[in-house]
């Protein structure tokens, strides 16, 4: 059974642990449903502050859920539309200081205040976006996002 370390050290530090803790989890698995699920597990278990952690997938012209740790969310996302969609469509981290601020954001959690959205691409082609929304405004910055790039590009192996 895999046990996740306690997160110690600068955030630095705790992020490069976070992804080490990926790799091994995800090792020798190839089932993108299972890799997906355990990413989310992990980094719920990794985050404070923190209300919502999943991932929205490809699904031709528009993001479609997937497996995710929080409340119940929005099933279908399409390009371009809100946090989520943007990402996907820009193919670009989107980092939002207060959702309510954000044009056209979808309110699937209404404690959620902030949030980042990285896109998941695999050999130029768009597979989904990790999305993560938090109950506290400003909760990610430079550091967050740097880190969770490094993370998708980790998990990106295993997908």
């Known amino acids: 059974m895999f046990q996740v370390e306690k997160f110690q050290g600068n955030r630095e530090e705790q992020y490069e ?3 080490k803790q990926l790799e ?5 698995e190839s089932n993108q449903v299972a890799n997906l699920a355990n990413a989310a597990a992990l980094l719920n278990q990794f985050f404070e502050e923190v209300n919502w952690v999943g991932f929205y997938l490809n699904d031709g012209n528009e993001l ?10 929005c099933v279908r996302i ?12 820009k193919q670009e981290t989107v980092r ?13 959690d209404a404690a959620s205040e ?23 405004k400003n909760r990610f910055d ?18």
């Open 114 to 136: 902030s949030e980042i959205v990285v896109p998941i691409v695999k050999d130029g082609q768009l597979l989904g976006v990790l999305d993560i929304d938090s109950p506290r």
């Open 17 to 19: 642990l976070v992804i």
């Open 64 to 73: 479609v859920l997937g497996p995710f740790q929080g409340l119940p969310a």
């Open 96 to 108: 939002v200081e207060d959702v309510h601020l954000f044009p056209g954001h979808i309110a699937c």
């Open 142 to 159: 430079e550091i967050d996002q740097a880190y969770l790039e490094k993370f998708v590009q980790a998990l990106v192996r295993f997908l």
């Open 24 to 28: 091994a989890l995800l090792a020798g």
């Open 78 to 89: 399409p390009f371009g539309k809100g946090v989520c969609g943007t990402a996907a469509q």
